[in-house]
């Protein structure tokens, strides 16, 4: 599938430490910051690993149809069930 | 003070047709609760009786299964890649569900050879990094 450009959204992701999940995410969005350069993700967390989420290079990946696309994590914050966080260039 | 958490790592286990899988080397403390959570059915309580569960052979099959898969090389009908990479454990379960019987206890088969293949490494590890006793050294000490 030819990668996403501009703002996207889906139903279902997750941030993944290795093979590991360290987060389930739903409703996400991904957009250019207002800084430009970066990637701002929203989303709401459906389940979470306090300690996954605190171990380095953290990815967001989300699936489709013939595998998945995946962008690095940089910082990123939880309060509550409501996800932020700055993303990376994409990865294929 | 000892290490007791592993770095991820993965093995490929070498199917037939060429085909083969991706498992995790071990499994997490979490991981490995979980496997046994999946792997019991309750037992329907009987009057006076305590609520207990038992082991579920073929849902604990299913759960080795989906606790060390990652990934694999399968293809459908048509030679599209089958991907359970990075997908929902609902979404692994059910491509699981669609493929060929022997197919599935190949995958069966392999992943439980390898659980005992680390298990016995594990236990070799043990041995050699604790240097604890063996059994003639045990029986050694009783006579």
Request: net charge neutral.
């Amino acid at each position: 599938m030819s990668p996403p450009r501009g703002t996207v959204s889906g139903a279902l992701g997750q941030i993944k430490q290795g093979y590991q999940i360290a987060a389930v995410l739903t409703g996400w969005r991904i957009q250019p910051d207002e800084a430009g350069g970066a990637w701002r993700l929203t989303a709401t967390v459906q389940a979470a690993s306090a300690f996954y989420l605190t171990q380095p290079d953290l990815v967001f990946v989300v699936v489709h149809k013939t595998g998945a696309w995946r962008w690095p994590v940089g910082s990123w914050e939880q309060r509550g069930t409501s996800f932020t966080a700055q993303l990376g260039t994409l990865q294929e | 003070m000892s290490i007791r958490m592993r770095r991820q790592a993965t093995d490929r286990l070498p199917l037939s047709q060429g085909d083969s899988l991706l498992v995790k080397r071990h499994l997490t403390a979490g991981e490995y609760r979980e496997m046994l959570r999946a792997s019991m059915k309750p037992i329907p309580v009987t009057s006076g009786a305590a609520a207990t569960v038992e082991l579920d052979p073929i849902a604990a099959s299913e759960a080795l299964v989906l606790a060390y898969l990652l990934d694999w090389t399968f293809a459908d009908a048509d030679g599209r890649p089958l991907v359970i990479a990075d997908q929902p454990p609902a979404a692994v379960r059910a491509v699981l569900a669609a493929i060929d019987g022997d197919a599935y206890l190949e995958v069966q088969r392999a992943i439980q050879d390898h659980q005992a293949a680390t298990a016995a490494a594990l236990a070799a590890e043990k041995k050699t990094a604790t240097g604890a006793a063996t059994p003639d050294r045990i029986l050694a000490s009783v006579e």
